[in-house]
């Protein structure tokens, strides 16, 4: 049986990489002035930055039940094997959603439906579908693609800092004086992801400096170069370029893709933020 690979927009991976392995993205919501818009297909990134530009404060919910069904559904009709791998469960709502319709479709239809919260966001999400998505063109089963997917997803490492500390206020990730204070002084913060959650690592003066500083921990980290890095950035192309001219110039990396942070964790994170997604060295060793 064919498997079809599902995901949501919070993977942001590029959309030519999306159609060349007809990945299914089912997306969250953006809500603008009231109205909901669907991420990637209602609204774009490019209009939220300008939306956050023009001083618009935006918000998001997660991905409905129907949006759901409406796949699973198509997916199981059409004889497939579906996987969905999931934004984390952590940070948003839809992957529970996700898990309830799926069960309600497999009682419905007796279809073949698994999902994976892979406690992960952003490319780093979308490296592991990615994967997914590369092992089902080549024909690989359901339990071996889901095998892979949570084991990788065990040891993916997310690194970020971003421009403007007043969006980590609005999320509760930090207080409204340290906000304050930190983009007065020009600090940025560095953070990871840590079993689904947006945990901060340090603090450094500056954005160079900062991203100098997540290469830093890029080499703690990974022991592997050789494999497909992802960075993505929130509107600040000249620094996402920087980073992976510093990966290529210090690791020899050759496998990046970098791509735009899409539209509902660019309304968490704000302007300017940019991340680096890899497995880490405790991969290598088991």
């Known amino acids: 049986m064919a498997v079809k690979i599902i995901t949501d927009s919070a993977c942001d991976l590029p959309q030519d990489l999306i159609r060349e392995y007809d990945i299914e993205v089912v997306p969250l919501l953006v809500v603008m002035d009231g109205k909901e818009y669907a991420d990637g297909q209602d609204i774009s990134p490019e209009h939220v930055y300008s939306a956050i530009r023009a001083g618009k404060v935006l918000t998001t919910n997660q991905a409905p039940a129907h949006f759901f069904r409406r796949v699973f559904t198509e997916c199981v009709a059409r004889g497939m094997s579906c996987i969905y ?15 309830m319709v799926a069960r309600q479709v497999r009682e419905e239809t007796q279809g073949d439906i698994e999902v994976v919260d892979t406690l992960c966001g952003s490319l780093g999400q979308g490296l592991l579908v990615l994967e ?13 693609i889901v095998a892979r997917v949570q084991e990788l997803a065990r040891h ?19 207080g409204r004086a340290s906000a304050y204070v930190g983009n007065l002084l020009n600090i940025k913060p560095l953070l990871h992801v840590k079993e689904g959650l947006m945990i901060p690592i340090e603090k450094v003066r500056g954005k160079k400096k900062a991203i100098k500083r997540l290469v830093e921990l890029v080499e703690e ?19 996402a370029q920087y980073l992976k001219e510093l990966l290529q110039t210090k690791f020899g990396c050759k496998d990046i893709i970098v791509n735009v942070v899409g539209s509902v964790l660019g309304c968490h994170i704000g ?16």
């Open 85 to 99: 791998i999931a934004f984390s469960s952590k940070l948003s709502g839809t992957c529970h959603t996700g898990m």
């Open 221 to 239: 980290r990974c022991s592997n170069f050789r494999q497909t890095i992802g960075i993505a950035h929130a509107d600040d192309v000249t620094a």
């Open 271 to 286: 302007l300017g933020g940019v991340a680096v997604f890899f497995l880490n060295k405790a991969l290598a060793a088991t």
């Open 156 to 174: 993916m490492e997310h690194i970020f800092t971003v421009d403007d500390l007043e969006y980590l206020r609005r999320g509760g990730r930090i």
């Open 132 to 144: 997914a998505a590369k092992m089902a063109k080549a024909g690989a089963g359901k339990e071996q």
